[in-house]
Every structure is written in C-alpha cells, then in structure tokens.
C-alpha cells in the first residue's frame, strides 16, 4: 500500500468550458498492488477559477475514477445526460458494493460482510486506527494470559483482591466508583448520568404489579407520602420488564438474570435515591421488595442485581441497538442512496467514518456464537440475547431517538443535576441549527424536498432496512416538508455522535470496578431477607476469570485512539460554497464556547460529566 501527501495543482492554457466531471487513471507505482488514496483534485482555469473535485477514495492500480465537481447538486438539477447518466451508474456500483443483510430475524439489517477486509477501504479503520486497537487489544489480552486470569474460574475472596487487578492509572470517575459503588447516592445518580441515562422515568402512578406501600417508604420519604410526592413529580421509576422471562446463560456457567423494578426519591437535597427495588415483576412472597431500611447486605445484594440486569439492557438495547446498529443502517442508507454530490451526502459523510468496520468487528468479537464475550461471559448471553435485540427493535421509536421528545416523554424536564439532559439538549440544538442551515440553502422549498427521488429513497431504506417497514415506530416513510426533515437528519447525526459518546465512553469508568456493573450473577436473586451476608455477595458475583474478560473488553471499547475525530472536525473538504462552509465554521464554534460552558461546570463538580463536552464526542460511531 501506497500512501504519501502529494499536492499538486492540474492547470490548464486552454478553456475548458463547463467542467461536468473528471476521469482519473492510476498506473502502476514501482510495483503492482500499490494504490494511493486521493483525497482531492484542483483545477486551475485560464480565467482564473479554481474547480475543487473531491474524491476521498483509494485508487487501484490500473483503475479509474469519475469524480464530480464540489458544488452540491440534486438530481432534479442536472440536465447534462452524462453526469446523470454517471450518477445513476455510481450509485448501481455503491449498491454492488454494500449489500443488506438479515443478520437475525427482527433486527435491523446490516452490511453483507464477514471481515473488515470484505469492504472498500475508504470505508475501513486507517492504519494508525487499525494499529490502535490491535495493540490496545493484544496488551489486554497479553495481561490476562500472563497473569492466569482469563479463564479462572474461582471466586473472588474479597474487594481489596478485585482492587489489584487493575495496577495502571486510573481516572478519576473509576476511583470514584471504586469507593462509593455501594452507597444508594451513586445507585440512583447513574440513572441519570452514568452510561446509561435512558431508563428512569417520571412515576406518577405505581405499576399494579409493584405493591409498595406508604409504610414501607415512610422513613425514606421522611414526613411526606407516597401520593404527594408523586403528585410533586418526585417519584420516578426504571421498570427492566423487557427483561422477564429471560434465561441467564448457561454456557460455560450457570448465571442468572432479573427484570427488576427500581423506585427513587429526588428529595429536597435533589438527590436521587432509591427507596424500593423488586428483583422480578411478578409480586410474591418470593419476590419481597426490598428496602434502604433492611439489613446492608440484603439492600446491596438487591442493588447489585438491579446493576446486572442495567449491564444487559444497557449493552444489548441502549448501546448495540440503539447507536451501533442504527448508524450502521443510516451509513448504509446513504453510501446505497446518495451521491457525493448530493448536499446530504456531503452533510452526513462524517457522521459514517468507521461504522460498518467496528461494527463488523463486535459482530465477530462480541456476538458470535463460539467464541464472542456475551456467549462466554456475560449473563445475556446464549439463547437470550437474540431475544433481548428483537424486544428491543420492537420497542424502539422515532420519539425515544429525539432527545427533546424523550426527555418530555418521561417527564424529566425538571428534574436537578441531569447533566446528560443539559448537555445533550444542548448538543441537539446545535446540530439542529448547523443542519437547517445547511439543508434550507439548497433545498430553498418543501417542494423540492418532495423532488428529491434520491432522498426519497434514502428514507424507504431506513424505514424498510433499518426499523423492518413497522408503522408503530413512528419513522417516516417519506419527507414532505423541510421541517420533519431537518429534524430526521439531526436525529441521524445525535445518534451517531452524542448519544453514542453518551453510552460509550464512560464503560470502563463506571464498569470496571465489576461490583458495580457485573456482566452476569453465579447465584439466583434472593427469596427471603435476613440470609445474605458479604460472602453470599462475594459468591453471587462473577468469578474471576468472568471479571477479567468484562474489564478488558470494556477498557478496549471506550479508549479514545489517536486517530479521534471529535464532532464538528471536516477532514474532508466536500462543500465549497460559501453558505457551508460558514456554518461549518460556526458549528465550530458553538461547540468550543458548549464545551468551555461545561468544563467550568465540571470544574465545581466532585464527580465530573464529561462524557458530553464535545471534545469527547466523536463524529460517528467509530468505536
């Protein structure tokens, strides 16, 4: 592979006329087998214009590209035969290359790929990304092996022997973790601002299947009730029920899984706190709810169940499905459906960097049948975990992906410290500017909207490929106004950058102290209070070897690599109309004045969120 900065300028004596297109011919470098990549020809008129046409491709030896001019142009606007006889025709060729797949029945298609190397190579890891995650992968791996841990399948004989497996330095949310995982402040702040936000919900009404009672919580409501507190909207709820019925894993071990129901407090301190947990939904005298007045280790082991099953949904719904599996259907989409000189292409294109290799590359590592880390070591795995991901894709809905919607939707617009809402309404409203003005300079009307066949076929291959044709999840079908476009568009790129940095990059922070995110449990949920003790815990936890595996996968998935695109970073030069390129540079900017805003925030902070200072966010799901 070839691969060197070249910048020349082609300039030409003669007039050209109207340039439509370029045709560029690679020969062979030294050997056969080089290629080069291009990222980008310029062309100098007699008059004095300079023409930009990107590529941002690799070139073959012996092969040949048409590459078109940078202005953004719709279909309906080209009236020269050749170039829209070009662009059907490199469409026809970026469908050849990326086919659908039904990976599972009831899941978001996906590429039809095996390996990374299946695909074109604008599309893969660069080399310094490649060679990241392979070293960060093999030292990981290298630290297991030589330290005898991975497949160890004893128990843990206390916390202080946990504390010694992880030697390197450590961040300060892990030390945080490390030290209050047990206490009821940290349980309830996760539900707001830890890996994931997504679950608790405002309670004004008790589900009939959760018989708590005014006497069980008095003490934790200290004077007031039940009703008036929910009445005050103070009562909120995280009701796992899409996880009942579920077997834990049986492969390799036995392990347990739970569709608990957790109610919290926000009291006066605006503290979040729980005050009842039930481990399954169906209320029996096997089922107590259990309670912050209980003896410690009932309440803890009770906690620590509730943490197992929010590593299963978390995992499976909020990060795989809901970031990783719907960029990958919005990546291809678009490579399927838009040109490069379509305006949205050129929008979108950095919001897709990397998304159908890492993808790939979970599909191998993760949910393979043999050897992937949920079949081995993670309580959702075997026979589950399809059922979880069809459950989940059932579940989803365009209003839970627009984060102003879900907000509204479970009545947490006032709730205090919910730094995941604050910044991320933030974020979106950001991006949702940056977009309109984008979109409303070319598409001037909803009239052209409606024109645009290209778009059109764009959002019939996510309602059909992505969300499986169902009318429920609230997806459009078609795009009639610039309005709900705008809004899909901004909904695409969150998806791909916030949410996914929202879900991502604190795994290792808030998992790798095991206690407080157990990726499955030895023992089943308790029965009986009053009959746990430390080394009941201790042997309902994950083994060593279970705990090991987690730690390292999760450090590998949330290291930052050097090759880090943070969002609102144009490495490609696609647009060069003026109108862009000034919101470019103005998205640019609001996210730097967003992002001082919340380090000075954090700066008061005794555990920081920084999961959503832009500077932490990536352009795409790229990890």
């Known amino acids: 592979m070839f691969l060197q900065e070249i910048q020349n300028e082609l300039i030409c004596a003669d007039s050209l006329g109207d340039l439509i297109q370029m045709e560029v011919h690679s020969k062979p470098f030294l050997s056969p087998g080089n290629n080069w990549f291009c990222s980008k020809i310029s062309v100098l008129t007699p008059e004095g214009d300079t023409h930009l046409f990107p590529c941002y491709r690799w070139v073959d030896y012996g092969s040949s590209l048409v590459l078109s ?12 035969p050749i170039v829209q006889k070009q662009r059907k025709r490199a469409l026809e060729e970026s469908q050849g290359n990326f086919g659908w ?14 390996k990374a190397k299946d695909l074109p190579e604008e599309v893969r ?8 995650f392979d070293r960060l992968l093999e030292k990981e791996l290298a630290f297991l092996n030589t330290q005898h841990l991975a497949k160890n399948t004893e128990q843990w004989k206390s916390y202080s022997e946990l504390d010694q497996v992880l030697c390197e330095k450590r961040s300060l949310t892990y030390e945080y973790v490390r030290k209050h995982w047990d206490e009821d402040e940290l349980f309830g702040y996760q539900f707001l601002n830890g890996i994931n936000p997504m679950m608790i919900q405002r309670c004004s009404k008790l589900p009939e299947n959760f018989p708590v009672t005014e006497e069980m919580v008095k003490d934790s409501l200290k004077g007031s009730t039940l009703e008036q507190e929910m009445q005050n909207g103070h009562i909120f709820l995280c009701d796992y029920k899409i996880l009942d ?8 071990r036995q392990q347990y899984l739970t569709a608990p129901l957790v109610l919290l407090y926000n009291n006066p301190e605006g503290l979040m706190l729980p005050i009842a947990i039930q481990l399954m939904q169906k209320p029996g005298t096997e089922n107590p709810i259990f309670l912050p007045a209980d003896l410690e280790h009932d309440w803890l082991l009770a906690k620590i169940f509730v943490r197992s099953a929010e590593f299963a949904l978390h995992e499976v719904d909020f990060h795989l ?4 599996l719907l960029a990958e259907v919005f990546t291809m989409a678009t490579l399927r459906n838009l040109p490069s000189m379509h305006p949205l292409f050129k929008l979108l294109f950095p919001h897709i960097r990397y998304t159908l290799q890492i993808n790939i590359m979970a599909r191998n590592m993760l949910l393979s049948k043999e050897i992937g880390y949920f079949i081995n ?11 979880l991901m069809r459950r989940a894709t059932a579940s989803l809905t365009y209003s839970s992906l627009c984060l102003p919607d879900n907000i509204s939707e479970r009545g947490l617009e006032e709730v205090p410290h919910y730094y995941y809402r604050d910044d991320g309404t933030k974020l979106w409203n950001i991006i949702d500017k940056f977009v309109e003005g984008v979109l409303t300079h070319f598409y001037k009307s909803d009239i052209n909207v409606q024109r645009d066949t290209e778009l059109q076929q764009w959002i019939r291959e996510i309602f059909t490929n992505g969300f499986l044709g169902s009318d429920s999840t609230g997806i459009p079908q078609s795009f009639n106004t610039m309005k709900y476009l705008i809004k899909f568009v901004t909904m695409v790129i969150f998806t791909a950058s916030v949410q996914h940095a929202s879900v991502n990059a604190g795994q290792f922070d808030f998992g790798g102290w095991m206690p407080n995110f157990p990726s ?7 029965k009986q209070k009053g009959q746990t003790n430390e080394d009941t815990i201790l042997e309902t936890l994950p083994d060593v070897g279970m705990t090991v595996n987690t730690m390292a996968i999760l450090k590998v998935l949330s290291t930052k690599s050097t090759d880090h695109y943070p969002l609102g970073y144009f490495r490609e030069e696609l647009f060069e109309e003026e109108v ?9 900017e609001d996210l730097k004045s967003l992002s001082g805003l919340i380090k000075e925030r954090n700066a008061t902070l005794e555990l920081p969120y920084t999961f959503l200072d832009p500077e932490n966010v990536d352009n795409s799901v790229a990890l």
Do not use: I, W
């Open 69 to 80: 001019p940078a202005p953004a142009k719709f279909l309906f606007q080209e009236t020269n």
């Open 101 to 114: 797949r039904v990976y599972v029945e009831g899941l978001p298609q996906t590429v039809d790929a095996d």
């Open 125 to 132: 890891f660069s080399f310094s990304k490649a060679m990241d």
């Open 245 to 252: 019925g579920l077997m834990g894993n049986v492969h390799v």
């Open 321 to 324: 499905l809901r970031t990783h």
């Open 377 to 387: 070591f993670a309580a959702v795995g075997g026979d589950s975990l399809p059922k």
């Open 520 to 526: 499955g449990l030895r023992k089943p949920h308790p």
């Open 580 to 588: 862009p390129c000034k919101l470019m540079k103005k998205f640019q």
